[in-house]
């Protein structure tokens, strides 16, 4: 036997190391070359094989040697090159020769720090088990005792409210004659009336101008002719000029974060917008990595990105952790609401969001003092992102359920939960069961949720999973054409198709809402913070979060 | 579901006449239980129109520690009233059922009637605390001219029971509920209807968002917001809230527990103050199923139903005396030689507002304003 010492590809990874492996059938191929060309990260390659047959022909042994040289797909061994399973070999081949198979014993992390630098993706928390909001139940239905409503029959009005809800005791209204009038001249913080599921922030730059633009077509049909009041967020990065001047402003939130990308262009749009946008909202931090800034990789940074930005191509957009001009909460959430109201002459609602946490109830209290403050986002720890250190992804950030339904208590032990709302955002639909996690959330204390990956997922057919399949959106290589700026590949993508889906995906979570709210006997208002509502087979997930324990 | 049977009269009535109404439409509770709020009391009240009652069950212990706190907290008794009790099989005799007229305690007698009635609830709160763990003392209502009384059992027995035939107690409004149990121990404290500082509501249904609004009612601050042994308590503290708290006139709070929608507020005179409570008091929208049917401190009696009328109610009558029930039979029972066609059947813009005296019927509705 040779010695290990001697062994050449002793320090080659084996095939057993890789997340995914892949299965090609020999007898099936045709060497059409489609797999090999369309492979994102060029895991796999056409290869000659030689192939050595023993032959004999005759009564007596006559062994006969023949070299023949076959032509294979191979699967890379190099860990710059491993497979990410996204499946585009399996989609474009026409025979079903090919198709990646995921392999639970990989050592991929041990690995994947080669020259000293951790492991970056895009994606999510790589954490395939079923999650606590898809654990929920609702277990208070109607029966007898009340008339249940009925989805198909019932007016319901499945709406919520972003802005700041000043307290009765505070409304500028006098009584005269019997009626209540309000008091001219009275200052009312700016409320919005908005469909709960929302979509959160995904930057232009993070998404291919195709991705971003089908999103926004999908909800403006949905505002102008479904009449559902959905609005996106453009997360840091600026929207396009056509938007910013356009009647369309409406429908977006427009967000701020520590690297104020495309606020030259907002700003000096100002003067000639024609609507004030849905919202703005001060990003603090982001579910999917805690304590990191935004970041857009060189990759990604081309022509039309650089443009809106304001910056020059092909280098690395890093936003800074924090917003680097302010030292403490009072400065960064007082300061900051305040001047973007000011911006808005106090029409706009302004609300910050920060990732899920300990301190977001310490967070909360502050915002509950300020009276411009218009709502709360909190990204909890399923949240996605464009780029990120797989560490921070995969091990930071806190679950969403239990944060929000902390802050909402808070916000109910003072008298506060109609006057803050808050927003529940990472991992809303995570399973696939948007209306059921998104009801869950609002029983728990969300006014709203704010839904990513799951659209990307529904509407451009995104690979991702938890599985750690592709998750190459930090590479500007996306297959499906939604997380890149190269035009080779966003051209893949049909932005009426995602807009079309978009309307799909929407007009069914309406539908699954009205079903899940009919039986509990709301229709009118949003039951929020509708706790008895919900039961879990979990003792200590109905212990923490306050809800019946069933089984 | 439970029945509602409510009268307002020019006149002194027997709280009988709400029995017998409630009779009529047995098949709708299940006789397990009776309440019954008395305002504008006549008979052995009729001296003490301005000095406050205290309404309660209680032991021989919950009595005495009831007498010592009122005597240590100033108040001087004037009048105890105790329903004479008849025992009739299946109700299970308490120790003492009384209703006691005090004055204030002296330094209460110039002050405001708003600070006299923060005592009043507070007192009653008290009381209510001290009595609730060992179940010695149940207090319904410590206020002027209002008298509470509540027993488990069959609505006409209990009527017996209370020896509410022969009694001269008497009033100009009673409101009456027959209850269907819905949960399997009937406690007194859950039963309608309920009170707080002048108001007094019953409800016929369920409250479908009962947990965010007692969750919201118990963050305005006001101390009386607690209880909640049923989620029909909430509509009676939501009365006291807009039209005491906030001061809105009454039907407001139709606006309040069903909000309409924009599209159609936008038609009312008043839309721009709607828009704002709509949004401000999101919470107290109840969604229904219910029909309540209350009074307020002046003893306008009223009925409302849910925004799409999931509930039955009705309210007939003639000029001086008006009933307000659940079914047409009832009102059949308390006024009988009424013009029927002029019968009405609150939908589900409607308010139903009887000013005292019961002189006329005004139905509010809410597209109008
Ligand atoms: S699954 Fe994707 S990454 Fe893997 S070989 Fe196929 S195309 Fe390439
Ligand atoms: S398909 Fe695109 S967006 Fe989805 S995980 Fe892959 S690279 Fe990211």
Known sequence: MESAA???????????????????????????????????????????????????????PEPKVTRRLTHVVKQSMEIERYCIGCGSCALVCPTEAIFPEYNFQHKFYHFKNKGGIPYMRGGRRNDPSV???????????????????DAGRHEFRIRTLLGRNLPAEHLPIRVEGGKLITIPGSFVPPVREIYPIRIGSMSIGALSPHMWEGLAMGITYLNEVEGLPVVMCSGEGGLPPSILKSRYLKYFIIQIASGYFGWDEIIRALPDMIEDPCAIEIKYGQGAKPGDGG???????????????????????????????????????????????????????????????????????????????????????????????????????????????????????????????????????????????????????????????????????????????CNVCNLGKCPRGITTQDPKLYRRLDPDKVAERVVEVFKAADVELKKIFAPLGRSTELPIGMSDALGVADKDIADRLSISYVC | MCRLSAITSSDYFSPMENIHALETMKEGHDGSGLGLMLKDLGGPFAEFKSFPVLSAVCSNKGLRDLEEYMKAHGFKEKFTWAPSIKNVPGIERREHYIAKVYDYPESYRDKPMGEKEDLLMNTRLALRCMGEPDGSLFVFSFYPDVLTLKEVGDPLQVGEFFGLEKSDVKSKVVLAQGRQNTNYAIYLYACHPFFIQGYGTMTNG????????????????????????????????????????????????????????????????????????????????????????????????????????????????????????????????????????????????????????????????????
Not at chain 2, 255 to 284: C, F, Y
Request: overall charge positive; charged content about 20%.
């Open chain 1, 6 to 60: 001697r062994l050449d590809q002793n320090h080659q990874l084996s095939i057993k190391e890789f997340p995914y492996i892949i299965k090609w059938r020999e007898d099936r191929c045709t060497r059409c070359g489609r797999c090999t060309a369309v492979c994102p990260v060029k895991a796999i390659e056409p290869a000659v094989n030689t192939q050595r047959t023993v032959t004999s022909e005759g009564s007596s």
């Open chain 1, 131 to 149: 999650s606590t909001l898809d654990k929920l139940k609702f277990t208070r239905i109607s029966m007898l005792t009340d008339p249940a409503l």
């Open chain 1, 295 to 469: 970041l857009l990789q060189a990759y990604k940074v081309l022509g039309l990105i650089s443009k809106i930005r304001g910056v020059p191509q092909f280098i690395d957009l890093a936003s800074p952790p924090t917003h680097q001009t302010k030292y403490s909460i009072e400065e960064a959430v007082a300061k900051m609401i305040q001047s973007m109201s000011m911006a808005w002459g106090f029409r706009v609602p302004v609300y910050p969001k920060i990732s899920g946490t300990k301190t977001a109830r310490a967070v909360l209290n502050n915002l509950a003092r300020n009276p411009y403050a218009a709502a709360l986002c909190i990204d909890g720890e399923d949240g996605g992102t464009g780029a990120a250190y797989n560490v921070s992804m995969d091990k930071m950030g806190h679950p969403i359920a239990s944060n929000i339904r902390d802050c909402y208590l808070d916000l109910v032990k003072q008298g506060k939960q109609n006057e803050l709302p808050l927003i529940a955002a990472g991992g809303v639909g995570k399973g696939g069961n948007l209306a059921a996690n998104a009801a869950a959330l609002i029983m728990l204390g969300a006014s709203a949720v704010d839904i990513g990956k799951y659209i990307m997922q529904t509407a451009a057919g995104c690979f991702g999973d938890e599985y750690n399949r």
């Open chain 2, 206 to 369: 369920e409250n479908t968002a009962f947990v965010p609004i007692r969750e919201f009612l118990m963050g305005r601050g006001n101390p009386g917001y607690m209880g909640y042994n049923s989620d029909s308590e909430v509509f009676t503290h939501i009365m006291h809230y807009t039209n005491r708290t906030l001061g809105y006139p009454l039907p407001y709070y139709k606006d309040i527990i069903t909000p309409m929608k924009d599209s159609e507020i936008a038609g009312r005179s008043d839309a721009p103050a709607l828009k704002l409570l709509k949004k401000s008091l999101r919470p107290l929208c109840i969604d229904g199923p219910n029909c309540v049917i209350g009074f307020t401190p002046d003893g306008t009696v009223f009925m409302v139903q849910d925004s799409k009328k999931l509930r039955p109610g009705i309210v007939g009558g003639k000029t001086g005396k008006y009933a307000l029930m659940s079914e047409v039979c009832g009102v059949d029972s308390a006024v009988p030689d009424r013009d029927k066609s002029t019968d009405i059947f609150p939908m589900k813009y409607d308010m139903v507002i009887i000013a005292p005296g019961a002189r006329e019927v005004k139905v509010w509705n809410q597209l109008h304003g």
